[in-house]
Nanobody, 115 residues
């Protein structure tokens, strides 16, 4: 079982940057695909970026070239570097760990992009 805790959210101006971090406690972190999702008010939760156990990554089209997901299996962390932020990136961002039948969520961290 994994417990996930996000940090790094906040208020940033358009064009700014934020780095989200997700710390996992538990065992076998390295075998999980780790992902960041987001949910804006009135919208469905959407997958932003995923990094698989082998290190391959995938991004939502609207964040390609702006966001970078990375993981550190020694520290049990997964980060999301967000650059060139836009108001439409405003949402609660959630960390997710998935390994077939096992799926875990963090509590979320608010990101607000506004001038």
């Amino acid at each position: 079982q994994l417990q996930l805790m996000e940090s790094g959210g906040g208020l940033v101006q358009p064009g700014g940057s934020l780095r989200l971090s997700c710390a996992a406690s538990g065992s076998l972190f390295s075998v999980y695909a780790m992902a960041w999702y987001r949910q804006a008010p009135g919208k469905q939760r959407e997958l932003v970026a995923v990094i698989r156990a082998g290190g391959s990554t995938m991004y939502l089209d609207s964040v390609k070239g702006r966001f970078t997901i990375s993981r550190n299996n020694a520290d049990n962390t997964v980060d999301l570097q967000m650059n060139s932020l836009k108001p439409e990136d405003t949402a609660v961002y959630y960390c997710n760990a998935d390994n077939g039948p096992y799926n875990y969520w963090g509590q979320g961290t608010q990101v607000t992009v506004s001038s």
